[in-house]
Nanobody
């Protein structure tokens, strides 16, 4: 497991942009996948985007596709989530998670989690 620390959340107006960072205590290149999740009050946790740091392969939830971009800087052991064209419904606590196992990834088991960062979008 690795220690993950998120940063970059805050208050932004609708239509604006924010970039979240997820810094890893270990080498991101050795991780099978890193993901961003979000959870709004009263809602279930939602998978937003995933990236395989070694290949750069990405996937997005339909709600954010075309607006959010996940990327990895393996030299900095950091994964980013660039969020553009923000909407009020993007308001949530955003968490990054990681796994170093294909088997765990396929089972949606994420062994490492960050503490979360609040994103609030005002309309």
């Amino acid at each position: 497991q690795v220690r993950l620390v998120e940063s970059g959340g805050g208050l932004q107006q609708a239509g604006g942009s924010l970039r979240l960072s997820c810094s890893s205590s270990g080498r991101t290149f050795s991780l099978y996948a890193v993901a961003w999740f979000r959870q709004a009050p009263g809602n279930e946790r939602q998978l937003v985007a995933t990236i395989a740091p070694s290949t750069g392969g990405t996937n997005y939830a339909a709600a954010v596709k075309g607006r959010f971009t996940i990327s990895a800087d393996n030299a900095m052991n950091t994964v980013y989530l660039q969020m553009n064209s923000l909407k009020s419904e993007d308001t949530a606590v955003y968490y990054c998670a990681a796994t170093d196992s294909l088997r765990d990834f396929l089972s949606a088991k994420w062994g490492s989690w960050g503490q979360g960062t609040q994103v609030t979008v005002s309309s």
